[in-house]
């Protein structure tokens, strides 16, 4: 406990799912976060808000603040940097996990569909990659993770013999792979400046409030699930240690550095990268 005592963390998309479990996981170790989605309040039918996720970390003792902000507008994000470091100080850590994904047949994808996902999944951390760079270089270092996907990756030919597996989360694959590139040539730019820039991505599904399409799928085969505590603890090491350019999974990561993965809060630990998944509990 205490590795990111005395630091700042800026999470995007921190209202729920992957990013409000890193927010909290980064309060348990001493981080005071900075808890970015695109509004205030309830967006839709989905469950989980700003204001619910600050209060939570607030509660166990952590302080956390919230910025609304629209990433898909590129005004909107001029200056966010800034405004996030107002509550608590300079950011420190920075972590991308905001993305929008169109699931259709690549071929179908509108204009405004591929223009939608590039914004938010690769024009978004850069900007704010770029935003944050000037403070961190003058404090003598930080960190950025660029949370990725498995859809990066290029599946293995032939295809499989249906359109919801493979071919459907091509044009938001594109994008990750997009990201996990500049990731890459970033981070070995900026190593002598000791500011650690890596990629992430989760090993299988992570059950999240944002995650339904996929629930059913998940419930008929456990071993397709990854619990959200593993991806807030890979997360944990990334933007703590002295990584350089390395795009992994969430699984691998804790199993290279022999890391335990351990409930939000930090108190209980759950078990080793290999922990299996409570399909319900997690959803």
């Not at 970390?57 to 910025?67: C, E, L, M, S, W």
């Not at 498995?150 to 919801?164: I, N, V």
């Not at 400046?193 to 992430?200: D, P, S, T, Y």
Request: aromatic share 4%; charged share 20%.
């Amino acid at each position: 406990m205490g590795s990111c005592d005395g630091r700042v963390a800026f999470i995007t998309g921190a209202s729920r799912g992957i990013g409000r479990a890193i927010a909290r996981r980064f309060s348990a170790e001493g981080a005071s976060v900075v808890l970015c989605a695109s509004r205030m309040g309830a967006h839709g039918e989905l469950v989980g808000t700003l204001e619910e996720a600050v209060s939570e970390v607030q509660a166990a003792g952590g302080k956390a603040a919230a910025v609304a902000c629209d990433l898909l507008d590129p005004a909107a994000r001029e200056g966010l940097i800034e405004r996030a470091s107002e509550p608590f100080g300079p950011i420190d850590i920075l972590v991308n996990n905001a993305a929008a994904g169109v699931m259709k047949l690549p071929s179908q994808t509108t204009n405004a569909e591929r223009s939608k996902m590039y914004e938010l999944n690769v024009n978004t951390p850069v900007d704010l990659t770029q935003q944050a760079l000037p403070s961190m270089r003058a404090r003598g270092g930080g960190w950025v993770l660029n949370i990725s996907s498995a859809t990066s990756r290029q599946p293995e030919l032939p295809y499989p013999d249906t359109k919801q597996s493979a071919w459907i989360i091509g044009a938001y694959g594109a994008t990750k792979a997009a990201l996990d590139r500049y990731t890459v040539a970033l981070a070995h730019e900026l190593v002598e400046h000791e500011v650690f820039v890596n990629a992430m991505a989760p090993v299988a599904i992570v059950l999240t409030q944002g995650a339904d399409y996929v629930r059913d799928i998940a419930r008929k085969n456990p071993s397709m699930v990854e619990p959200v505590e593993m991806m807030a603890e890979g997360a944990l090491e990334l933007c703590t240690g002295r990584h350089v350019g390395r795009v992994v999974f969430s699984r691998d990561i804790v199993h290279e550095v022999a890391r335990k993965v351990r409930s939000l809060d930090g108190k209980k630990v759950l078990g080793d990268a290999y922990l299996a998944a409570d399909v319900e509990a997690t959803a």
